[in-house]
């Protein structure tokens, strides 16, 4: 399995073929959720064939949007389906990381340890200090695909998937929730001066 050689494939996709509109979905989160899985599985002690699985399913979880922006995690699957055999990963391979990719999709359901990890990797920012600036770049790409256009609707929309949003792993509970829980409050106070 040439896990490098994947990474290097999907990357150059990703840097050359995302659609700038994505300021969210972009090679930069991809990065961000690539270090934050390898970061949260270290600390949940993941390792061997499933740290890999884990990193290739982390570089892809977000690849269907160059092809699709609707289901971009089955877009994501096609893509993996498609390109991982050539770097030489079995078929359980790719459907493990398929599987783990499909996790991803809200509302967000992992069915083991490693699929916990990617999924708190890919929402890790609601519980860091940066969850405003990398939050304007999802309200920036909400607007241009039309998908809402006030700040009210915005913050109405963070009210409630922050209230329903919840970590899975020992590490993020222990480490993001707190935060996240600060940046709920900030939102609803937002949301309640504007209606004061």
């Known amino acids: 399995m040439d896990a490098e050689g994947a ?6 996709r990703l840097r050359s073929e995302l659609p700038s509109e994505r300021s969210y979905h972009s090679l930069a989160h991809t990065l961000d959720v690539y ?22 399913a982390a570089l892809f979880h977000d690849a269907g949007f160059v092809i699709s922006d609707r289901d971009h995690e089955e877009a994501s699957c096609s893509l993996v ?4 055999p050539r770097f030489a990963f079995t078929g359980t391979q790719v459907e493990r990381i398929c599987e783990l990719i ?10 083991d340890l490693v699929a916990e990890v990617l999924c708190d990797a890919d929402l890790d920012y609601l519980g860091r200090a940066d969850f405003v600036s990398i939050g304007d770049l999802l309200f920036a790409e909400m607007r241009a695909y039309g998908v809402l256009s006030t700040e009210q609707e915005w913050n109405e929309l963070q009210e409630r998937f922050l209230s329903r949003h919840r970590y899975f792993t020992t590490t993020n509970r222990a480490q993001r929730e707190p935060v996240k829980q600060k940046h709920l409050a900030d939102v609803r106070a937002w949301l309640a001066r504007r209606a004061g």
């Open 102 to 111: 499909d996790a991803t999709r809200i509302p967000q359901s992992p069915k």
């Open 7 to 12: 990474r290097t494939y999907i990357l150059q």
């Open 35 to 56: 270090a934050s899985a390898i970061d949260i599985a270290e600390r949940e002690g993941i390792e061997g064939e499933d740290l890999t699985l884990l990193k290739v």
């Open 81 to 84: 389906r498609e390109h991982l």
